[in-house]
């Protein structure tokens, strides 16, 4: 038996993470690495009296090789195993411990968005195949770089890889060490900072806020007059801000009356928002166990998977405990069948004397409104479609968490659009609440100092970083990739490990900084201005923002057809010509918006663009500035094309009062498109009113009720 004695750091900085309630980072260089996984975790378990593995410590040396301890280790704990390709699944969970092989097949996406799900105190574990150098590192080709590669430019400069290896040496949290539990001379610095301590200090210490949040509690425990259901509740919460939002939850139910009408007519939105790791999931299903104890009997929840969901129906199964009831004598869970949700609760079917109370997920769908529910919940709004989630709140009582900085969501979108909605609308009742204690981690932490993927976009940062005959003040592009090899495994998570292989030579040389290596993005006043022909902006489309950019001089070149996943705007672009003197003639850009006007003028009759309103779709069409430029092309050859000689005559008859509009309904859609491309004189002789009625009957083929919802106008009119 080979007996190996353990680094006293390496213990140090578990339990000091555990103290500061942050992270530890752990890299470990080597084909081995895998098998120091169930040490670290064993480690981890004795830090917070949490051990799950045998007993293998002793004297300060652990046997190594004794039961071979990593089957061990897969055996007792629960661990969610996990592809790169589906990271999205475990978004709003949280782990004790994060282990990432395969590096060549992530991206800085991947790398935070898994960091991001381990709790304070918790360890983030990188394995790496044995190198000689980790020099070897930065020159790694990854799996990425394929999207990077043109005909013209094979060769890609990797800059991520470098600038995230030198961010790890000046890491307080991380450790670079080889399979054999060796500290590589990378992390000198970091172990001048730790100093082992005997015990976890400071575990039960409380903040300013913790004891507000204690009296709090044992206020309403002790209240004669408090409802101690509802009490006990709240002592569930981890934080103060929690437990405010959780008093707001049930500030908004007290109103809930089923016989008042007048209540019914007007909808109640309870929106909370925050960044990740505060609470938000925790809280909604708090909130749900109170709302079942104040009688309402059927509550819907969805989000963008059942998966997203495990936090908020664990909570809510703790609220309903909390609050007197147990599983199986008063309540059942119901498991989805799903093999890709697996033990994810669906549904929680509640008995309570002769009454019934249900909480369902239900999928995000705009053709799945709950008409029956009493409260719909919605988790994670802002990574729902944002016209799902408005096609959905048809409840009279709703309530929505999103997450505004996060991989779950930006909320953006959700929080300038939605919830500005709401508060401009009458007929709803809005309260906004908002979480900023972290639970999951204390801030700030080392590693969101150091490491450059938490401070902006990663995957804008990656993009940013590889040169492939780009300027690196440049970003073209910003687009989503999800590698399909490539695996990440969490504690409770589950993966097949690398392949034990012999052992390679240990102690690799510590890289150093290149110091011809350009920089990362340079500032455009270090930059000669170059020659341009034209400004373009691109953006999701609404009405105001194309009236204020086409009174900026810009003219709409391109507009998707498909509406965002998210926002269910339709993406477009926009561009407006800068005098130059070597442009190719003056009217480039008329000619470019004809060709657009005209496409778009057949696109209309669309699904997608079928919906868009017609006052939008007629500021579409139009553009005064290049349209006065432009002289009407009709001649007989192109009336001939359009309209037989019994066409024509039934257009005379209406025109003179002598025959019915139904006569002619068929010969809106070619007199529209002859209108709106300029043929018969650009946009003259109609009003704007005449010009929406035409284009909403004509290319969008709405009838007259709905153009007339569209225009705010009676039908008669």
């Given amino acids: 038996t080979k007996w190996k004695k353990l680094d006293p750091r390496l213990k140090a900085i578990i339990e000091n993470g555990i103290r500061d309630h942050h992270r530890s980072m752990f890299v470990i260089v080597g084909d081995k690495g895998r098998d120091q996984v169930p040490i670290l975790h064993h480690l981890l378990s004795k830090a917070v009296v949490k051990a799950r593995l045998r007993k293998k410590q002793k004297s300060g040396k652990l046997d190594v090789n004794e039961d071979n301890p990593f089957e061990l280790f897969v055996c007792a704990t629960e661990i969610r195993w996990c592809y790169y390709s589906e990271t999205h699944k475990i978004l709003g969970n949280t782990f004790g411990a994060c282990v990432l092989q395969d590096f060549e097949a992530l991206t800085p996406n991947t790398l935070a968005r898994t960091i991001e799900t381990v709790e304070g105190g918790g360890l983030v574990v990188l394995l790496l195949h044995s190198m000689d150098s980790l020099r070897q590192l930065a020159t790694m080709s990854m799996d990425v770089h394929a999207r990077y590669r043109t005909e013209s430019h094979q060769d890609v400069v990797g800059r991520f890889n470098e600038r995230f290896l030198l961010s790890l040496a000046n890491c307080r949290r991380c450790l670079v060490l080889d399979d054999k539990f060796n500290v590589l001379p990378l992390s000198e610095s970091t172990l001048a900072t730790i100093k082992p301590t005997s015990t976890v200090a400071n575990l039960d210490g409380l903040s300013a806020s913790g004891r507000q949040l204690k009296e709090l509690q044992e206020s309403m425990l002790t209240d004669p007059e408090s409802d101690q259901r509802f009490a006990r509740l709240v002592g569930l919460c981890r934080t103060l801000d929690q437990a405010r939002a959780l008093l707001a939850f049930l500030d908004l139910l007290s109103d809930y009356n089923k016989s008042n009408a007048q209540q019914q007519q007007q909808m109640r939105v309870a929106a909370l928002t925050a960044s990740r790791g505060r609470g938000k999931s925790a809280a909604l299903g708090l909130a749900i166990a109170a709302a079942v104890g104040k009688g309402v009997a059927n509550v819907c929840v969805t989000s963008p998977g059942p998966e997203n969901i495990a936090t908020l129906m664990q909570f809510a199964v703790k609220g309903l405990q909390a609050m007197g009831w147990e599983q199986h004598t008063d309540f059942t869970i119901v498991e989805s069948s799903d093999p890709d949700s697996a033990k994810c609760i669906v549904k929680i079917c509640l008995r309570v004397q002769q009454h019934r109370y249900t909480i369902a997920y239900l999928a995000p769908s705009a053709n799945s409104k709950p008409d029956s529910a009493e409260l719909?919940?919605?988790?994670?709004?802002?990574?729902?479609?944002?016209?799902?989630?408005?096609?959905?709140?048809?409840?009279?009582?709703?309530?929505?968490?999103?997450?505004?900085?996060?991989?779950?969501?930006?909320?953006?979108?959700?929080?300038?659009?939605?919830?500005?909605?709401?508060?401009?609308?009458?007929?709803?009742?809005?309260?906004?609440?908002?979480?900023?204690?972290?639970?999951?981690?204390?801030?700030?932490?080392?590693?969101?100092?150091?490491?450059?993927?938490?401070?902006?976009?990663?995957?804008?940062?990656?993009?940013?970083?590889?040169?492939?005959?780009?300027?690196?003040?440049?970003?073209?592009?910003?687009?989503?990739?999800?590698?399909?090899?490539?695996?990440?495994?969490?504690?409770?998570?589950?993966?097949?490990?690398?392949?034990?292989?012999?052992?390679?030579?240990?102690?690799p040389p510590e890289p150093t900084g290149n110091q011809d290596l350009p920089p990362l993005l340079s500032a455009l006043t270090e930059r000669r201005p170059e020659p341009l022909h034209y400004l373009a902006v691109s953006f999701g489309l609404t009405h105001d923002l194309t009236r204020f950019w086409k009174r900026a001089g810009f003219a709409p070149l391109y507009l998707r057809q498909t509406p965002n996943a998210i926002t269910g705007e339709h993406s477009a672009v926009l561009l407006r010509h800068l005098a130059t003197n070597d442009a190719p003639h003056p009217d480039?850009?008329?000619?470019?918006?004809?060709?657009?006007?005209?496409?778009?003028?057949?696109?209309?009759?669309?699904?997608?663009?079928?919906?868009?309103?017609?006052a939008f779709a007629l500021e579409l069409v139009r553009h005064r500035q290049l349209q006065a430029r432009r002289p009407p092309v009709l001649n007989s050859a192109r009336v001939e094309q359009s309209f037989s000689a019994y066409d024509l005559r039934r257009l005379s008859d209406y025109a003179a009062a002598q025959a019915d509009h139904y006569l002619i309904t068929d010969l809106l859609c070619p007199l529209a498109r002859l209108y709106f491309a300029g043929d018969l004189g650009e946009m003259g002789g109609l009003t704007v009113t005449q010009q929406a009625i035409l284009l909403g009957c004509g290319l969008q083929m709405k009838s007259a009720d709905s153009v007339a919802a569209d225009l705010s106008m009676p039908v008669s009119q």
């Avoid at 709703?398 to 609308?425: A, H, P």
């Avoid at 993927?453 to 590889?466: D, K, N, V």
């Avoid at 480039?588 to 669309?606: E, K, P, Q, S, T």
Wanted: aromatic content about 6%; proline content about 6%.
């Fill in 376 to 507: 719909l919940c919605i988790d994670e709004a802002a990574a729902i479609p944002l016209a799902t989630v408005r096609a959905m709140m048809g409840s009279n009582l709703c309530f929505l968490s999103s997450t505004v900085n996060g991989y779950e969501g930006t909320g953006r979108s959700l929080s300038l659009k939605l919830i500005s909605q709401l508060r401009q609308d009458a007929s709803s009742q809005l309260k906004e609440i908002t979480l900023d204690e972290s639970i999951r981690q204390a801030h700030p932490e080392p590693q969101q100092g150091t490491d450059p993927f938490f401070e902006a976009s990663p995957w804008t940062l990656q993009r940013a970083g590889q040169r492939c005959s780009r300027h690196a003040s440049h970003v073209k592009r910003v687009s989503q990739v999800q590698p399909t090899s490539g695996r990440v495994s969490h504690p409770g998570e589950r993966d097949s490990g690398q392949d034990s292989r012999p052992d390679e030579p240990t102690g």
């Fill in 588 to 614: 480039w850009l008329l000619d470019y918006f004809v060709d657009f006007r005209r496409r778009l003028i057949y696109l209309l009759a669309g699904d997608s663009l079928r919906r868009l309103p017609v």
